[in-house]
């Protein structure tokens, strides 16, 4: 099956430090989202990205289908930004499932 | 944003005891997900549905089992529960809309077995 690797494990940041997460998949894909896991476990869908940037606040994401990789870019980080970053990736469909990275701890600090 | 709806949100319970797993959701959405993910760690799948009456088994083996008698409702079902069960579980649910596939989450399922 289709592989998702997840750069880098960790990350510890200073408040109003920027950050680059990333992303590489080991297919071709047409459906490619990051989610957030906040401490009390809970996911949110950042962005459905299978190609292109795409902004929200200060959020962004550019996703390289032809090159198998997506960048999630964090500006000005709080410490609201903490939690786990995913990656999931799959083929859009009405049979469609989503494969998940391992995801990306980010630690942000007063 | 869909509306996922899981119960109960924390449970803890004794070993050898039936347990059921509740999640609803508003959006009509055909396609909906059971995740089991442990502390810090990666997401599994355990099942998933495409539809009324269809049923899956996921990457992940586990002894639990799912139905899919209505659109809105996905419930998982574990028969004796034991202390390996102890883990969150996640129900998600998505819906093609506009060659837009996008898959939202309920607030999960604590369980911890005795």
């Known amino acids: 099956g289709i592989q998702v690797e997840q750069s880098p494990p960790d990350l510890i940041l200073q408040e109003g430090a920027n950050s680059t997460l990333r992303c590489n998949f080991s297919?071709?894909?047409?459906?490619l989202q990051w989610f957030h896991q906040n401490p009390w476990g809970q996911l949110i869908n950042l962005f459905y990205i299978p190609s292109g940037t795409k902004q929200n606040g200060r959020l962004s994401a550019t996703t390289v289908a032809t090159e198998r990789y997506s960048l999630l870019y964090i500006s000005s980080s709080q410490t609201t930004d903490s939690g786990v970053y995913f990656c999931?990736?799959?083929?859009?469909?009405?049979?469609?499932?989503?494969?998940f990275g391992k995801g990306i701890t980010l630690s942000v600090r007063p | 944003e869909a509306d996922i709806y899981q119960t109960p949100r924390y449970l803890v319970i004794g070993t050898g005891k039936k347990i059921t797993l509740e999640c609803s959701q508003t959006m009509g959405h055909d396609k909906m997900y059971w995740y089991q993910q442990d502390p810090g760690m990666e997401l599994h799948l355990i099942h998933y549905?495409?539809?009324?009456?269809?049923?899956e088994k996921g990457d992940l083996s586990s002894e639990s089992t799912v139905s899919r008698i209505r659109t809105e409702h996905f419930p998982l079902t574990l028969e004796s529960a034991r202390p390996s069960h102890t883990s969150q579980y996640l129900c998600a649910s998505a819906g093609l809309a506009g060659g837009i596939d996008t898959q939202y989450f309920g607030p999960g399922t604590r369980l911890t077995v005795l």
């Open positions: 999931a990736v799959g083929i859009t469909g009405a049979n469609s499932k989503l494969t």
């Open positions: 297919d071709s894909v047409n459906n």
């Open positions: 549905s495409y539809g009324v009456n269809s049923t």
